[in-house]
T-cell receptor, first 114, second 117 residues
Framework: GAVVSQHPSWVICKSGTSVKIECRSL??????MFWYRQFPKQSLMLMAT?????????EQGVEKDKFLINHASLTLSTLTVTSAHPEDSSFYIC??????????FGPGTRLTVL | AQKITQTQPGMFVQEKEAVTLDCTYD???????LFWYKQPSSGEMIFLIY??????QNATEGRYSLNFQKARKSANLVISASQLGDSAMYFC??????????????FGQGTILTVHP
């Protein structure tokens, strides 16, 4: 199957700083990518849909100014957690795919905010 | 709106035995897909099996099979001949074929499977 990478795998930052997470489709082009958030031992919750060349679509309750998404090319989407706080500590996972029945997930990024 | 329900927070099974993980769903869409993913402690999401809403036969992938009962809106995962490496969190998920939800997945709460030697 297709490969999706994420960078970094894990990051620790101080409260108040911003953190950027990259999601790349390595061997295919993705006009749409999805960002999910997962707390320990809980389900994946969709945060937003990242659309290449246009604004992201955020799910209800997700702060747009807090979680900035940029999908500048067909192989790269970035999620920036601005002014991170301890409650933003979570596991962030992206996915991409060509069809609705074929979504490939990145390995995830574990964010810890001190 | 779509909803996925997994009612088993945890399941235990003896090595080499079969286990069924339950999943029920609710949707008003006519065309949808049902997925099962495995998530080991490393966090990666591993795709296991897919069932389309119009597929008449139950999907099978090696030791995994999906017991799809459309009228009951259930899509249970059956793992045959469990292995120690099967111990992980398992998620049932649903996706819609069309419209603005294309590609989005809605996940259930997950079931932690523990395989005993």
């Amino acid at each position: 199957g297709a490969v999706v990478s994420q960078h970094p795998s894990w990051v620790i930052c101080k409260s108040g700083t911003s953190v950027k997470i990259e999601c790349r489709s390595l061997d295919f082009q993705a006009t749409t990518m999805f960002w999910y958030r997962q707390f320990p031992k809980q389900s994946l919750m969709l945060m937003a849909t990242s659309n290449e060349g246009s604004k992201a679509t955020y799910e209800q309750g997700v702060e747009k100014d807090k979680f900035l998404i940029n999908h500048a090319s067909l192989t790269l989407s970035t999620l920036t957690v601005t002014s991170a706080h301890p409650e933003d500590s979570s596991f962030y996972i992206c996915s991409a795919g060509g069809t609705y029945n074929e979504q490939f997930f990145g390995p995830g990024t574990r964010l810890t905010v001190l | 709106a779509q909803k996925i329900t997994q009612t088993q927070p945890g399941m235990f099974v003896q090595e080499k035995e079969a286990v069924t993980l339950d999943c029920t769903y609710d949707t008003s869409d006519q065309s949808y897909g049902l997925f099962w993913y495995k998530q080991p402690s490393s966090g990666e999401m591993i795709f296991l099996i897919y069932q389309g809403s119009y597929d008449e036969q139950n999907a099978t992938e090696g030791r995994y099979s999906l017991n799809f009962q459309k009228a009951r809106k259930s899509a249970n995962l059956v793992i045959s001949a469990s292995q120690l490496g099967d111990s992980a969190m398992y998620f049932c998920a649903m996706g819609t074929a069309g419209g603005t939800s294309y590609g989005k997945l809605t996940f259930g709460q997950g079931t932690i499977l523990t395989v005993h030697p």
